[in-house]
């Protein structure tokens, strides 16, 4: 019996992703002793005692429901992989093996937070607050045209794709590979349009969610989270997109012939233009992860707190009295 390095290679790396996401969903795994302070550093706000346990619920909430989502995704991608004939005879498939699973860590998040925001309210106390805070208000402008424009060229990529294939230049493709570029690459593509569209509608029926508050304080920090909440609907969908053209360019990658100048030309710029996206959303998730800036909610919302911020002598990460 022949062995298939692509099978084996496959499972491999499946099986050490699975392993390690995993250990970390295991009964006795706590949240990380950083991730308070990371929330807070990307909220902007300090973590009082009030918000402490609240905050703590809902990590760890988020936490669980993203490795859910991820391990799901990665166990489907793989036995994906594994039956797709076409899928064995490019190596490069398994790449697209750890971008399904970023999309499946995305969906798990924003299930997650979709159920956190929406809970029921009770009788909880309020602040009252006028105007009632919008879309804008939470999200900035590359967060709210970040996955429609991404849906809108990674769709554009599949038919122009789509095309070069069916016209197949001086016989650039060796193998029929409409099929492949639309399924896994189209179904890729319609999840992100689906997620979408979902995402919109959760994001109204948040925004007119109420927001249990007894003081400024904690309103301040609702605002975080539900900032943090609005933005994994928004970039979903991106990650989709990105996954839905990544596999249509190695599947168009996978199937040139390079004994011509044409299919060289093509193979060439299908790798290039993977490889400048992928450095794109990588810079882009360290610039996110990693700056410094004031998180637009604040801006938006609390300006008195912005101001507390920026003065040079008080240099303070949330303050004790806040305005309106």
């Known amino acids: 019996m022949a062995v298939d390095p692509y099978k084996i290679t496959l499972l491999v790396v499946a099986g050490v992703l ?28 300090a973590v009082t005692p009030e918000v402490e346990p609240i905050l703590i619920a809902r990590l760890r909430t988020q936490t669980r429901a993203t490795l859910v989502g991820t391990i799901v995704a990665l166990v489907a991608g793989t036995v994906f992989l594994l039956l797709v004939p076409s899928a064995g005879d490019n190596i490069a498939a398994v790449l697209l093996l750890v971008v399904l699973t970023g999309l499946g860590a995305a969906i798990g998040n924003a299930v997650a937070e979709s159920r956190s925001a929406l809970a029921p309210l009770g009788d909880q106390p309020r602040v009252a607050r006028a105007p009632t805070p919008g879309r804008a208000d939470y999200l900035s402008g590359l967060d709210r045209w970040g996955a429609p424009v991404s849906l809108t060229l990674s769709a554009a990529a599949l038919v122009g794709l789509n095309v ?49 508050a007894r003081d400024d304080t904690e309103l301040a920090w609702s605002d975080a989270l539900r900032s943090r909440t609005l933005r994994v609907f928004a970039l979903t969908p991106a990650i989709g997109a990105f996954a839905g053209l990544a596999a249509a360019l190695l599947t168009v990658s996978s199937a ?21 996206i992928s450095l794109a959303l990588a810079g882009f998730s360290l610039w996110s992860e990693f700056t410094t800036r004031t998180p637009h909610y604040l801006v938006r919302l609390w300006p008195a707190v912005v101001a507390q911020l920026r003065d040079p002598d008080r240099q303070v990460v949330a303050a004790s009295t806040w305005g309106p």
Not at 18 to 41: C, H, I, K
Request: glycine share 10%; aromatic share 8%.
């Open 256 to 276: 040139v012939s390079t004994e011509s100048a044409t299919g060289r030309v093509i193979s060439l710029a299908a790798t290039l233009t993977l490889a400048v």
């Open 164 to 212: 070069l294939v069916s016209v197949n230049p001086n016989g650039t493709f060796d193998d029929p590979v409409r099929a492949g570029l639309w399924f896994p690459s189209g179904l890729l593509w319609a999840v992100a349009f689906v997620s979408f569209l979902v995402g919109r509608m959760l994001t109204g029926r948040i925004l007119q969610h109420g927001q249990p």
């Open 18 to 45: 699975l392993t390690a996401f995993a250990w970390q969903l295991r009964p006795g795994a706590v949240v990380r002793p950083g991730a308070l302070r990371d929330a807070a550093r990307r909220a902007g706000l």
